[in-house]
């Protein structure tokens, strides 16, 4: 019985604790680091983010990808997304990414909400 209780109150604890938000205006005030390059409507010297999620690495008709990322197989997860944003070129070493990442989680948190909308 003691434990039973135990249990129940973590799974009270734990379902009041709010999850950690995410701040979709500071998602696009940072995108603008990545507007440089790219942007969502597809005239951008990189290639074009709208709808990047579940889309193949590489795809964008018209950009001159780098080897290393059309070889990749890469598919934009939110995994492979946060893992690029961090860090492109420990994620696929050969980008032609120059931009060296975000390196505080909170960041890349707010820019993947961010691209969830676009």
Not at 42 to 66: E, H, N, Q, V, W
Not at 71 to 81: D, F, K, R
Request: hydrophobic share 45%.
């Amino acid at each position: 019985m003691r434990y039973l209780i135990a249990a129940l109150s973590m799974v009270t604890v734990s379902t009041l604790t709010p999850a950690i938000a995410v701040d979709l205006a500071r998602g696009a005030q940072l995108f603008q680091t990545c507007s440089a390059c790219h942007n969502v409507l597809g005239t951008g010297i990189g290639p074009d983010l709208a709808g990047i999620y579940g889309r193949k690495a590489a795809m964008t008709p018209g950009f001159d990808y780098s080897q290393a990322l059309r070889t990749s197989g890469i598919t934009w997860t939110e995994a492979n997304l946060r893992a690029f944003i961090a860090n492109p070129q420990g994620f696929v070493k050969g980008t032609k990414m120059t931009f060296p990442g975000y390196s505080n989680p909170a960041d890349v948190d707010d820019v993947l909400a961010f691209l969830k909308t676009q």
